[in-house]
C-alpha cells in the first residue's frame, strides 16, 4: 500500500514538472520577449548580422562599377544588358558585371605581372605585362558571357524539335495553345522550358500571347525558335487553325534536325584525320624510318 502510494506522488510530482515546463516553452509572453531580446538593438548589430560577402564583396563591386561606367560606352554598355538577357543571367545587373569585369581585370593584371616577374625577373616585361593582363582580364567576363549566351541557345536548338512535337500532340488532343505550353514545362526541363514558363506566367498576368512569346525572341538568339514563333504570332492574328501551322512547324524542325545531324556526321571523317595526321603519322614515320636513318648515319660514319 506504502509503495503504491509512494508511486502514484511521484508520478503525480513528475506530471507537475513537465506541465510547468511546458508551459514555460508554450507561453507566448515569454517567446515574444526572447525575439525581442536576440533582435539587435543598434545599427552595428544590424550591420554585423550580414553576410561577409554583402558587406565585403558589393561595396567593393559598386565602386569598381561607378568607376568602369565612366569610361564604358552607353551604348555597350545597353547592348550588355540584351546580351545578360540571351546568356540566362536577367539577375544579374549591368553594373553588377561592369564590376565583375573591373576586378577580374585588375586581378588578372596582378598575376600576370607577378607571373612575368617571377620568371624573368625583368621589369621591363613585367610593366609591359600589366596593360596585358588588363586587357585580357577586362575582356575575359564578355567572352564567358558570349560562350554561356552560345551554350544556351544550342541548349534550346537541341530541345526545339521534341518540345514541338509535344505541344502539337497537345494541342491536336484538344487542349489550348496556352495550356499546351504549360504541358510542355511540366514534361520538359531546360532554358527553352524556362522560357515558356516565363511567357506562361505573363500572358496569366495580362499580357497578350503576341507580347509575351516576342519576348522569347529578345531573351534567345536561335533563328530557329524566332520563326516558330513568327508563325504562331501571324496564325494567332489570321485566325489560321493552330494545330496545323504547329504540325508543319514540327515537321520542318524535325527536317532540320536531321540535316543538322548529317552535316555533323559528314565533318567526322575531317575532324578524325587531324589527330591521325598529328599524332598517328609522326609515331609510324619515328617507327619505320628511324632504323633506316640510324644505318645510313653508320654507313656515311664507316665510309
Known amino acids: 500500500m506504502e509503495l503504491a502510494l509512494g508511486g502514484l506522488m511521484f508520478f503525480a510530482v513528475l506530471l507537475l514538472v513537465i506541465g510547468y515546463n511546458a508551459g514555460q516553452a508554450l507561453d507566448p509572453v515569454q517567446a515574444r520577449l526572447q525575439q525581442i531580446a536576440a533582435k539587435p538593438r543598434n545599427l552595428e548589430e544590424l550591420e554585423l548580422q550580414r553576410p561577409m560577402s554583402e558587406r565585403t564583396l558589393k561595396p567593393l563591386l559598386r565602386a569598381m ?58 621589369s621591363t ?33 537541341k530541345t526545339l524539335a521534341d518540345a514541338l512535337d509535344l505541344l502539337t500532340i497537345s494541342v491536336e488532343a484538344g487542349l489550348a495553345f496556352d495550356a499546351g505550353v504549360q504541358r510542355v514545362t511540366e514534361k520538359l526541363k531546360g532554358p527553352l522550358s524556362d522560357e515558356f514558363k516565363r511567357a506562361s506566367q505573363e500572358m496569366r498576368i495580362g499580357k497578350s500571347r503576341a507580347e509575351a512569346l516576342r519576348g522569347i525572341i529578345e531573351r534567345t538568339d536561335c533563328k530557329e525558335l524566332a520563326n516558330f514563333i513568327s508563325a504562331v504570332i501571324q496564325a494567332d492574328q489570321l485566325g489560321v487553325s493552330m494545330s496545323k501551322v504547329l504540325r508543319v512547324q514540327s515537321e520542318t524542325l524535325r527536317v532540320e534536325r536531321r540535316q543538322r545531324a548529317e552535316e555533323k556526321a559528314a565533318k567526322t571523317p575531317v575532324l578524325i584525320m587531324l589527330p591521325t595526321v598529328g599524332c598517328i603519322f609522326p609515331s609510324l614515320f619515328i617507327v619505320i624510318l628511324a632504323p633506316a636513318a640510324l644505318t645510313a648515319m653508320k654507313s656515311c660514319g664507316s665510309v
Open 65 to 122: 562599377a561607378g568607376l568602369v561606367s565612366r569610361f564604358y560606352p552607353a551604348n555597350t554598355a545597353r547592348s550588355l544588358e540584351l546580351k545578360l538577357k540571351k546568356a540566362g543571367m536577367e539577375t544579374t545587373s549591368t553594373e553588377s558585371f561592369l564590376g565583375i569585369k573591373g576586378v577580374v581585370a585588375i586581378v588578372v593584371g596582378l598575376l600576370a605581372s607577378l607571373l612575368v616577374n617571377a620568371v624573368t625577373l625583368d
Open 125 to 157: 616585361l613585367t610593366a609591359v605585362a600589366v596593360p596585358i593582363g588588363l586587357i585580357v582580364g577586362f575582356l575575359f567576363p564578355d567572352l564567358y558571357l558570349s560562350n554561356r549566351a552560345s551554350g544556351r541557345n544550342n541548349t534550346i536548338l
